[in-house]
């Protein structure tokens, strides 16, 4: 059974420039979750995906999208870039829709983060 | 959107002590979950427990939902138990809320 994995580690972007990131979820999940954590902050949801759509968004501008692909795989798009958007963009997958699934099936694995940095 | 908050916002311990980190949140909630962030930015997760008590190993966490808290215990801790520590918690809305964070340094 692999874990959730996330590509690029590392970025470095300019203001105006748009980025994907990408997350693989763990084997036998169908949500991921996408989540931004600003410097000594806690994590900010952004929002999730449910068998290829969205289902559940935080505050977060239009700028931000996303995909779920057929395997389950997802990824996050930002466009417009601005300074404040650098920070660690965090992926967690889990089986079953946050907050209705229940019984457990719902708790998150996380990967390991992209950090993206806007200059 | 519930409000999450975490206490102590900060905690420097000697190894092989104990300690009680709480959660508090402001609304019902349908998922809780507690996890450890390792310094390298890696987030563990330590219980899904909504409601009850639930322990492993050196680890315990207690979620009372009625009175909107819930709380995780440390014991014996180890230096590799440092890191920063998150409650958070699902809504109805298919919306996710992190806590505040307690940083937990443990010394030798």
């Known amino acids: 059974e692999t874990g959730v994995t996330q590509s690029p580690t590392h970025l470095i972007k300019t203001r105006g420039q748009q980025v994907t990131l990408r997350c693989s979820s763990q084997?036998?999940?169908?949500?991921v979750s996408w989540y931004q954590q600003a410097l000594g902050q806690g994590p900010q949801f952004i929002f999730q995906?449910?068998?290829?759509?969205?289902?559940g968004r935080g505050n977060f501008p239009p700028r931000f999208s996303g995909l779920q692909f057929p395997n389950y795989s997802s990824e996050l798009n930002v466009n417009a870039l601005e300074l404040d958007d650098s920070a660690l963009y965090l992926c967690?997958?889990?089986?079953?829709?946050?907050?209705?699934?229940?019984?457990?099936?719902?708790?998150?694995?996380f990967g390991p983060g992209t950090r993206l940095t806007v200059l | 959107g519930i409000q999450v908050e975490q206490s102590p916002p900060d905690l420097i311990l000697q190894e092989g002590a104990n300690s009680t980190l709480r959660c508090n949140f402001s609304?019902?909630?349908?998922?809780l979950q507690w996890f450890h962030q390792n310094p390298w930015g890696q987030l563990i997760n330590l219980f899904y427990?909504?409601?009850g008590t639930k322990q492993n190993g050196r680890l315990s966490a207690t979620t009372v939902a009625t009175e909107r808290y819930s709380l995780l215990y440390i014991s014996s801790s180890q230096t590799t138990d440092s890191g920063v520590y998150f409650c958070?918690?699902?809504?109805?809305?298919?919306?996710?809320?992190f806590g505040t964070g307690t940083s937990l340094t443990v010394i030798p």
């Open positions: 967690a997958s889990s089986f079953g829709l946050l907050g209705l699934a229940g019984g457990g099936t719902d708790t998150q694995y």
């Open positions: 084997s036998g999940h169908n949500t």
């Open positions: 995906y449910y068998r290829e759509e969205e289902n």
């Open positions: 609304d019902s909630v349908n998922n």
């Open positions: 427990i909504p409601s």
């Open positions: 958070a918690v699902g809504d109805t809305g298919n919306q996710f809320y």
